[in-house]
């Protein structure tokens, strides 16, 4: 992608309606995806989805935030912000992966986790904090790959890995710039100058070591070029599992807390 690209006009394709969702993903990387559902506590949540798929013939567990494309869509999906009920989704199907030992691939997609009060009503900051505590312990492999926006607790609820990838016009930070602008500026319209002070691009996120990889994208991604580069993703994805076969479960863990703990 050209350099010309600032922070905010990353910040804003990472937000576009055309831009591939996690299901997209899942469907051009792996074989065979079945969809798993609910918390067993409350319900089901349809911004985060996940379940069991295939890669060259090994069972992989596969969890991402998921938005919509249309208006109707996105409201289903809640604009791609989980509630409790998802987050308890996704620990329970990493709770399974690590009961028949499956890697575990995530996909970070979201603005951040839904704020009504029905969500807090639900122990909103509880899921999310024992989806953190739960993660840093699981003893498989954890792959995360930010594909869109990555805001907040909502994204790192899914992103305690080995290993955070991201799309090159992704975008990882604290709060979206609206937020930041608001609070350090008092002017949400501020955002754009917010965007280049955050260090929330792919570049700036690898040179800071929060992510190991970028995924590049020599036009920003879309269904039209998905497929390319998704194949290149696949490749480097059953890389990763591989590298982490001859490792202990302990060796596993050890490596997931000395990466947080570089920080």
């Given at each position: ?7 905010w ?18 469907s051009f ?6 969809e ?7 319900g ?28 109707k ?80 607790g ?17 975008t ?69 599992i ?22």
């Amino acid at each position: 992608m050209e350099e010309q690209l600032n922070a905010w006009d990353r910040v804003l394709i990472s937000r576009s309606a055309g831009r591939p969702t996690s299901l997209d993903y899942i469907s051009f990387i792996f074989d065979d995806f079945i969809e798993l559902h609910g918390d067993r506590y409350y319900g089901d949540d349809p911004a985060i989805v996940g379940g069991l798929a295939g890669l060259n013939g090994r069972t992989v567990t596969v969890i991402g935030h998921q938005k919509g494309r249309s208006t109707k869509e996105n409201i289903r999906r809640n604009f791609g912000m989980p509630s409790p009920e998802g987050y308890r989704k996704a620990l329970r199907l990493m709770k399974q992966a690590q009961k028949f030992n499956r890697p575990i691939i995530c996909f970070v997609d979201t603005p951040g986790a839904y704020c009504g009060i029905e969500a807090e009503e639900r122990g909103q900051g509880e899921a999310i904090a024992r989806n953190l505590y739960e993660m840093a312990g699981l003893t498989v492999p954890i792959l995360s790959i930010v594909i869109g926006e990555g805001g907040s607790g909502g994204a790192i609820a899914l992103a305690v890995a080995n290993e955070v990838w991201t799309m090159e016009n992704a975008t990882y930070s604290i709060l979206s710039p609206e937020g930041f602008a608001a609070i350090l500026w008092k002017d949400g319209k501020k955002a754009p100058e917010a965007a280049s002070v955050m260090k929330i691009t792919a570049t700036d996120l690898q040179n800071l070591n929060v992510v190991e990889e970028i995924i590049k994208e020599d036009q920003p991604i879309g269904i039209d070029n998905i497929e390319e580069i998704t194949a290149d993703m696949r490749n480097k994805i059953e890389a990763f599992i591989k590298k982490y076969d001859n490792m202990t479960p302990e060796e596993i863990v050890k490596e997931r807390y000395d990466r947080f703990r570089a920080f």
